[in-house]
């Protein structure tokens, strides 16, 4: 369900726009609301959350999709770990609805979907492998990279049980909003993807907000 934030803008206490095709990585204290724009459009934000004192403890989607028996994040979502603690809550979203099945893509993925020669392509993986290797203050190891949310990302599932890749339903300034429940590390790819629609076959820039 959609319910827009009173937050202004104005009042953050950080913003930091990423570049299409970029990564983010950066703390969020508990209590703090972080809020993901999707700045043109059509994009793909692909997060993961981690316990700021112990990395080990990570946004897990199985916990979360059980607990609240939803396939979709949105309003009134928890994002919960693996050891099942609430990590954030979602009080505000403009989209409606966003995908923690589809995965993120990588080298391999692009290999055996789409072409041999998509194998150099950037990817949300390279993104996370980059930002961990470039931050390693956070303590973030590649074993701790598991499953990801995709903010804004369109992945309907069909009365079927099938699932697949679809034009966004997001657009130009729609947001989420997440408030922090734990201190957490949240680390995002603006997807980079050019193979199938989820940034539009046109990355965009995202924007990352931080309210005390
Ligand atoms: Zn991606």
């Known amino acids: 369900m959609t319910i827009a934030s009173a937050r202004r803008v104005e009042n953050a206490v950080t913003r930091h726009l990423i570049d299409a095709g970029d990564h983010y990585i950066g703390p969020v204290k508990a209590g703090q609301t972080i809020r993901i724009v999707d700045v043109d459009g059509n994009e793909a934000a692909d997060t993961l959350f981690f316990n700021a004192h112990d990395p080990a403890e990570r946004y897990s989607c199985m916990d979360t999709l059980r607990e609240q028996g939803q396939v979709y994040l949105t309003?009134?979502?928890e994002l919960r770990s693996n050891l099942n603690n609430v990590m954030l809550?979602?009080?505000a979203d403009t989209v409606?609805?966003?995908d923690t099945l589809g995965g993120a893509c990588a080298s391999e993925s692009n290999t055996v979907r789409y072409d041999l020669e998509?194998?150099?392509?950037?990817?949300?993986?390279?993104?996370?492998?980059l930002a961990i290797a470039n931050h390693p203050e956070?303590?973030?190891d590649k074993?701790?990279?598991a499953h990801n949310i995709n903010f804004f990302m369109n992945v309907p599932v069909t009365a079927d049980g099938e699932l697949y890749f679809d034009d966004g339903i997001s657009?130009?300034?729609k947001y989420v909003e997440m408030v922090a429940a734990m201190d957490v590390v949240v680390l995002i790819s603006n997807c980079p993807q050019l193979n199938n629609p989820c940034s539009g076959f046109n990355p965009t820039p995202l924007e990352v907000l931080v309210w005390d």
Do not use: E, F
């Open 96 to 98: 409606g609805r966003h």
């Open 89 to 91: 809550t979602i009080p």
């Open 138 to 140: 956070y303590g973030i």
């Open 75 to 77: 309003t009134g979502s």
């Open 143 to 145: 074993r701790d990279i």
């Open 118 to 129: 998509k194998r150099h392509m950037h990817s949300c993986r390279d993104n996370w492998m």
């Open 171 to 173: 657009g130009s300034g």
